[in-house]
């Protein structure tokens, strides 16, 4: 089975609609983000979490919410989607320095293609 | 804002060669650094991670890193048509509480 799993895999679905993004790890770590990939524009971290009572904006957090239900877990919202958030969304996690080998090492889920129609 | 700088190519490379890619970024404090591996549609992999200048050695891959130019590289010897893919750099800060900035990333196309 996959360390980090991300549900749906793809998704299509209109304006204004509420949609969420679900991540579940079994990696045992404690960080956890969620970054959008646009063609040309690279990864840009939406939201990030280093514990389950910690939750961080990241570049790019207009638009959505996260909520962080378990270690295991953790969901990003789109609250009244746009086209303009149609984009391929990836959910990583990472532990904190010093408790592995390498220091702030992430490790991706598969991807999330959404489109808004 | 750190910046985090890549050639979007292609670098096209014959089957066999050495390919080099190369990645600037802006913070000078930045102390881990990660090369990560994406195919079209797919999630990145890591490939490689370096922390201290010098070069670091995987099997075909190097990475190589010079904090005081603030650049590193990754170089891929043999390289094969599997080896195509698109690769990342990312840059960590000086905290156990800072994040990863990417860059945008190389396109490399390995030709048989």
């Known amino acids: 089975d996959a360390d980090v799993t991300q549900t749906p895999r793809n998704r299509i679905t209109k304006t204004g609609k509420r949609i969420m993004l679900e991540c579940s790890q079994t990696?045992?770590?404690?960080?956890m983000y969620w970054y959008r990939q646009d063609p040309g524009l690279g990864l840009r971290l939406i939201y990030y979490?280093?514990?389950?009572?910690?939750?961080n904006k990241g570049e790019i957090s207009d638009g959505y919410s996260v909520s962080r239900q378990a270690q295991a877990k953790f969901s990003l919202s789109l609250e009244s989607a746009i086209p303009n958030q149609t984009a391929l969304y990836f959910c990583?996690?990472?532990?904190?320095?010093?408790?592995?080998?390498?220091?702030?090492?992430?490790?991706f889920g598969p991807g999330t293609r959404l489109t808004v129609l | 804002q750190k910046e985090v700088e890549q050639n979007s190519g292609p670098l096209s490379v014959p089957e066999g060669a050495i390919a080099s890619l190369n990645c600037t970024y802006s913070?000078?404090?930045?102390?881990?650094f990660f090369w990560y591996r994406q195919y079209s549609g797919k999630s990145p992999e890591l490939i490689m991670s370096?922390?201290?200048?010098g070069d670091k050695e995987d099997g075909r891959f190097t990475a190589q890193l010079n904090k005081a130019s603030q650049y590193v590289s990754l170089l891929i010897r043999d390289s094969q048509p599997s080896d195509s893919a698109t690769y990342l750099c990312?840059?960590?800060?000086?905290?156990?509480?800072?994040?990863?900035?990417f860059g945008k990333g190389t396109m490399l196309l390995v030709s048989p």
């Open positions: 990583a996690t990472s532990d904190p320095p010093g408790r592995q080998t390498s220091t702030d090492t992430q490790y």
């Open positions: 990696k045992g770590h404690d960080r």
């Open positions: 979490s280093f514990d389950v009572k910690d939750i």
């Open positions: 913070d000078r404090v930045s102390q881990s």
């Open positions: 370096i922390y201290s200048n």
């Open positions: 990312a840059v960590g800060g000086d905290s156990g509480y800072s994040t990863l900035t």
